[in-house]
């Protein structure tokens, strides 16, 4: 009976080994890859991987700055709302106040932080983790989430009205990075001239002031335009990203980071 059974397996191409076991059929099993075979495929992998990670990693910045945007801009604008209970009207306490009063050194005199005053007592409600008030007087709010803002610019001690969005720590953002990791805001509801309409009556928004209408001024505006050549900063992306509901269009000139 044993022998018939080799026999049969003999007639597939199998037989007894050397040691006396059967052996297999030379079809049956496939070797393993080639040391060439293995190097051709990692080189695939990495070729594809250098094409798509840079995307996958600007996708995800996009999405965190996105989150931010929206967030900071609901956060703020629910604080106001909620001043109002209190206050009343958003026109009847605003303040176009200053920032604080420095010593002959340059350097800021403890408890003169104007509008930390200001804004300690309407937007209490706006979570602060941290507090930073610079050499030149600029106050910085630290958020939970990782990014930042400040009441005017890296240089000038500006009013309230003027509010500048990190995406993230305000000190890895270059002075000229509008549009990529800081973004411009304003508050200043009480001016109902023409220049100021997009504003008048408002809470938190992004910067429309002069603004005509027309989203391709937003982008092509020589001063404050969404673009790599606007002379005092790309200010108007903000308003870009809101008018797409907080979502970085397809034609935004930045890659954005935090």
Not at 110 to 127: C, H, M, P, R, V
């Amino acid at each position: 009976m044993q022998n018939t059974i080799i026999a049969a397996n003999s007639k597939r191409g199998g037989g007894l080994d050397n040691a006396g076991g059967l052996s297999h059929a030379s079809g049956l099993f496939r070797s393993a890859f080639t040391l060439a075979e293995v190097l051709i495929t990692l080189g695939i992998i990495g070729v594809v991987a250098a094409m798509t990670l840079p995307t996958l990693v600007q996708n995800h910045r996009n999405k965190v700055v996105e989150t931010r945007l929206a967030k900071f801009y609901s956060t703020f604008n629910n604080a106001i709302r909620m001043a109002e209970v209190q206050y009343g009207d958003r026109k009847i306490w605003y303040s176009d106040t200053g920032g604080v009063d420095l010593d002959e050194e340059g350097k800021p005199i403890e408890g003169t932080a104007k509008i930390d005053e200001w804004f300690q007592k309407y937007f209490s409600n706006l979570i602060v983790i941290k507090k930073v008030i610079k050499t030149n007087g600029v106050l910085r709010y630290y958020l939970s989430d990782g990014s930042s803002f400040q009441f005017g610019n890296d240089d000038t001690v500006l009013t309230s009205r003027e509010i500048v969005f990190f995406t993230g720590h305000p000190d890895k953002c270059p002075q000229d990075g509008y549009g990529i990791c800081k973004f411009q805001f304003e508050y200043y509801p009480i001016d109902s001239s023409t220049g100021w309409k997009y504003l008048y009556n408002k809470g938190l928004e992004p910067v429309k002031v002069g603004w005509d209408g027309n989203r391709n001024t937003l982008l092509n505006d020589s001063r404050i335009g969404c673009n790599t050549k606007a002379r005092d900063g790309a200010k108007y992306c903000t308003a870009i990203i809101q008018l797409n509901n907080w979502i970085i269009p397809e034609d935004y000139p930045f890659k954005v980071r935090y």
